[in-house]
């Protein structure tokens, strides 16, 4: 019977590393396509989310069916609990990736701001960088890294996303021509700034698989 | 911690030269359902019986420490057994009321210790039979012979023996280990309810039962103690990994 159940929260655990490969996949593709004006890499990014979605809901279903047939404790059981928080926060966080590839689409033959474009550039390849830390601690259960992730990162996107949002407000005021982009820069800062959320979330998951203890990193 | 109700200090047990249990301190709080839990021949048992001197009745077993009840030492040569096991109740893994009717079992203790008062009797039967949460099941069958009625209305009938006491501590060795899960949900209902004015220590090889009604839950294995803590904690990060292995169905 144990045996069965190392290889179903194995499993679930394997396919929650898959879910966090597939986000982590297109949060960098959407950030890239949206930095180098790729229509067809967004809508790529487009095309793929409901893969995303199908195996949060397959994960979800999944994590059910093992809490109800093998009670799951201690670790066992934040695993489970960790993984079926986590497939919400990443399947959120796929979902403002989705959002930037949208905004790619919708930007393609608008007025161009380049020094916020260089901003929202220098947002997208960090808030990858650290969602792909985030998950990277989860695999480990290293809640030290978690934390130092969510420190690294967490002002500095913060920051970021002020630097590409004022030039934009400031731009559509001055010219009503950039407003279409303008919104659309403010719209992908935001959706960037969500994803650093999420990756927040996942942090703070980790340190609840590491420690059984429920914090607040942000 | 608040003042313990019964606590043990140093607790030694000898089976001839087998010793049983090794230096167990543990102390219990009043108004707390307390789990032993620990793999066959842990000691648990063993441990559960010392504190009310079950165990004297062995041959060959050797008993060192202490086991304070409201700060007297059971163990004391003053101590008076039949007092002290109406202070300390125990329930047993096999329901065994005696082969008379519910109404005698309930009052058996009280009328050895010369409680003659039939509207007397008539209430405690009443009270008790309510608390262990069988008094509707029964009330018009007080005089049928307790072996009449289902495994899991025996227990109760069982437990409203040892209430009728008035005991300060009861004593569950595996109480719901012979009873289907139905029976079982009721017994876990009534000492949910029994231990607002009751502490209760219950040996247990069910974890989901300990998970579900203890307050605190002690792991033994080879009659030690290895972990002591709030039952949410043993069960969500315990500090021992044999703990966690134990809980988690990794061996034992």
Redesign the interface.
């Known amino acids: 019977?144990?045996k069965v159940?190392d290889e179903e929260l194995g499993g679930l655990k394997a396919d929650f590393m898959k879910l966090g490969a597939l986000v982590g996949e297109a949060i960098s593709s959407s950030g890239q396509s949206f930095i180098n004006h790729d229509v067809d890499s967004a809508q790529q990014v487009i095309t793929n989310d409901p893969k995303i979605n199908d195996l949060q809901i397959e994960l979800e279903k999944r994590s059910f069916e093992i809490m109800a047939l093998y009670?799951?404790?201690?670790?066992?059981?934040?695993e489970v609990v960790s993984i079926l928080k986590g497939v919400t926060d990443l399947e959120r966080a796929g979902d403002h990736a989705r959002n930037v590839a949208r905004s790619t689409v919708k930007i393609k033959g608008q007025k161009r701001l380049p020094e916020v474009e260089e901003i929202i550039a220098t947002m997208a390849n960090e808030v990858s960088k650290e969602f792909n830390e985030c998950i990277s601690a989860y695999a480990r259960a290293d809640q030290v890294s978690a934390k130092e992730t969510v420190k690294i990162f967490a002002d500095e996107i913060n920051d970021l996303y002020n630097g590409a949002a004022s030039p934009s407000y400031q731009a559509m005021a001055a010219h009503p021509d950039i407003v279409n982009s303008g919104v659309l820069y403010i719209n992908v800062a935001k959706d960037l700034s969500r994803i650093s959320d999420y990756s927040t979330n996942i942090c703070e998951w980790t340190i609840y698989l590491a420690?059984?203890e429920i914090v607040e990193l942000s | 911690m608040a003042e313990p109700i019964i606590s043990t200090s140093n607790l030694e047990l000898y089976y001839g030269k087998f010793k049983a249990l090794h230096g167990i301190n543990l102390s219990f709080e009043k108004n707390q359902i307390s789990a032993l839990i620990g793999p066959s021949g842990c000691g648990k048992s063993t441990f559960l019986r010392c504190l009310n001197r079950m165990n004297d009745l062995i041959d060959g077993v050797t008993i060192t420490g202490t086991v304070l009840l409201n700060s007297k030492n059971i163990y004391s040569p003053k101590t008076n057994l039949v007092e002290l096991r109406k202070k300390v109740g125990m329930v047993f893994q096999q329901p065994n009321p005696f082969p008379f009717s519910v109404y005698d079992n309930v009052t058996y203790g009280l009328k050895i210790s010369g409680m003659r008062d039939k509207s007397q009797l008539d209430q405690v039967v009443e009270k008790s039979l309510r608390q262990a949460a069988v008094w509707d099941e029964v009330k018009d069958n007080l005089y049928d012979n307790a072996l009449s009625f289902s495994g899991g209305q025996q227990q109760r009938i069982c437990i409203a023996r040892v209430l009728a006491t008035s005991p300060s501590v009861i004593l569950m060795d595996e109480p719901t280990s012979a009873l289907d899960p139905i029976s079982s949900a009721k017994i876990e209902d009534t000492l949910m309810d029994l231990k607002k004015e009751y502490t209760i220590i219950i040996v247990t090889h069910n974890?989901?039962q300990a998970?579900r009604i203890s307050d605190k839950t002690a792991f033994f294995m080879q009659g030690k103690v290895v972990e002591y803590e709030q039952t949410t904690?043993m069960?969500?990060?315990?500090e021992n990994k044999q703990?966690?292995d134990y809980?988690?169905?990794?061996f034992g």
């Open positions: 019977m144990v159940f009670q799951p404790v201690t670790t066992d059981l934040r420690t059984g | 974890l989901q998970s904690k069960f969500t990060n315990p703990t966690e809980v988690s169905g990794r």
